[in-house]
């Protein structure tokens, strides 16, 4: 009976070691899940600031472009070879307003 006992104690304390090697493993997993959503949330953060730059300032080219247009008189098309744009792009600009700039881009999860 002793030997049997002995087996038992033997066989309990090899489960508890690969026990503690599964939890080790899946606290590392886990670590790393948290590492890989945190960037995510950062990248997201950044992405979302970027697109308001980007709204500022194509609201920014907006205004300037309908000042060529409109104040100075310009037409698209000098407008355009002033600009290095193609006269779609001047038509397109010419038509945005402060509020459409700024609400042209979506950030997805935000």
Known sequence: MGRKTNSAVEARKLARERRMK???DRAERDERI?????AVFV???????ALAAAAS?????????????????LTQTQT???L????????RLAKVTAGSAAGSEQVVGA
């Open 22 to 24: 599964l939890d080790a």
């Open 34 to 38: 948290e590492a890989a959503a945190a």
């Open 43 to 49: 990248a997201q953060q950044d992405q979302a600031a």
């Open 57 to 73: 300032a194509e609201s920014a080219i907006a205004t300037s472009v309908r000042l060529l247009l409109d104040a100075e008189g």
């Open 80 to 82: 355009g070879q002033l």
């Open 84 to 91: 290095d744009l193609d006269v779609a792009e001047v038509r």
